[in-house]
């Protein structure tokens, strides 16, 4: 008797130079599945190539998108994982036991992550172990909320989250110049949901500054070298310019 099946989601939009090494490390799950806003650099073929179904959503959201891979998913279990990340064999391993396993304790598991950025691992800075929403499910255990960015979940099952003990990779940016891209992106989503709050210059400095010394100081990003600098200056900056452009629709703006 076959036991649960697993699927793999990948939400993609132009992710031609990350999406391979991502299908790669997720060969192993009964089904492979894209969910991509309309690819325009040979995306879709190639993820197609690689075994998985593609399927084109209408970014509204991450979020939403999400909700949608969901839908789009046949299997019992579901294993989220983005372009930018690596399923390791360790990971691989794990998710099977659990899900062969029969152990009824969690219906929804976080997975630790570890990133690669500017040449060395990040211990420290709030990216490690950086858990995400959870990436290993029971497809009927959760959905996530319709915020545009930096999207929560909502559990359904009644159940306790469990926990990963092994890592996947992370590489978020290829260069300073992919952060940079990111941060603008993210900064105008994110000030989407700062929505009908009054907001001024100083307030959006503050609340930048506060950014800097969380990851640089609490978080202990100095421990991090200049790669943990780098990363405290892009949080200040995407802080400080998600608040500008919250700004519009301020009163105060």
Not at 126 to 135: A, H, I, T
Not at 227 to 237: D, R, Y
Request: hydrophobic share 40%.
């Amino acid at each position: 008797m076959m036991g649960p099946r697993i699927s793999v989601y990948v939400i993609a939009f132009n992710e031609i130079d990350k999406i391979e090494a991502a299908l790669n490390s997720v060969q192993w799950a009964d089904e492979l599945v894209v969910i991509d806003s309309h690819s325009t650099d040979g995306t879709t073929a190639l993820a197609q190539k690689l075994g998985a179904r593609v399927e084109h959503v209408v970014f509204e959201g991450y979020g939403r998108l999400r909700n949608a891979a969901i839908k789009h998913c046949m299997h019992e279990w579901i294993f989220s994982l983005d372009a930018d990340e690596r399923c390791t064999p360790e990971v691989a391993e794990e998710i099977k036991q659990i899900v062969s396993g029969g152990d009824e304790s969690h219906d929804y598991y976080f997975v630790p992550r570890r990133n690669f950025f500017l040449g060395r691992w990040i211990r420290h800075s709030g990216w490690y172990p950086n858990f995400r929403q959870p990436q290993l499910f029971k497809r009927d255990a959760m959905v996530y909320d319709e915020l545009p960015v930096h999207e929560g979940f909502v559990p359904i099952s009644k159940k306790p989250a469990g926990f990963l003990r092994s890592a996947i990779w992370q590489f978020p940016f290829k260069d300073v110049g992919e952060l940079l891209r990111k941060a603008d992106r993210y900064s105008t989503l994110g000030a989407l949901k700062l929505e009908g709050k009054r907001i001024s210059v100083w307030t959006a400095f503050a609340h930048g500054v506060w950014a800097f010394v969380k990851h640089y100081i609490f978080k202990r990003g100095f421990l991090d070298g200049g790669p943990g600098l780098v990363i405290a200056v892009a949080n200040f900056e995407g802080t400080f310019y998600r608040y500008l452009k919250a700004m519009r629709g301020s009163s105060n703006g």
